[in-house]
């Protein structure tokens, strides 16, 4: 059995590496806001809102597996050590203590915007690097719109 080789060239492979590097960075960081939210939300939704986070940060943490396991897959060692998150990140951040549960929501809808648009442009840019790449950063922006669109419709926004 002959070992699958890989057939990214060298400016493919870094342009790809970076993708999934960064949306690496931003999916661990929205499964630490969406945990922020839930543990420190109160308000008349709480309860729906509490659930509803927790399966947010349940589907990021997965797909941040799998995006981490795509980088070694190509050869990547991916890294998200919390050093590496609180400095690359690029969603906004989540204020501390107790918040609202409408603020709660806004604010977590406004760091999934932010993570689904980067998710866009990444998988426009690996769309001629690596297919499979792309393909696993657009099922991820499909999911991450779903979650999105459940939030707002479950809030008056």
Request: avoid cysteine.
């Given at each position: ?18 993708a999934l590097q ?118 991820i922006t499909g ?15």
């Open positions: 059995m002959s070992p699958v080789r890989n057939r990214l060239a060298a400016s493919d492979h870094t342009a790809t590496a970076d960064g949306t690496l960075v931003d999916l661990l960081d929205l499964s630490l806001l969406a945990k922020q939210a839930h543990w420190n939300l109160y308000g008349p939704q709480f309860r729906s809102l509490h659930l509803q986070v927790d399966e947010v940060v349940t589907i990021v943490r997965a797909q941040a597996d799998e995006v981490a396991e795509r980088a070694s897959t190509i050869g990547v060692s991916p890294d998200g050590q919390a050093a590496t998150i609180a400095s690359s990140s690029g969603l906004p951040s989540f204020p501390p203590g107790r918040i609202k549960d409408t603020e709660a929501a806004t604010t977590l809808m406004s760091a999934m915007s932010t993570m689904i648009n980067r998710l866009h442009d990444r998988a426009e840019a690996t769309g001629s690097t690596d297919p499979v790449t792309q393909d696993l950063l657009i099922g999911t991450l719109e779903k979650q999105y669109w459940m939030l707002r419709a479950g809030t008056d926004h």
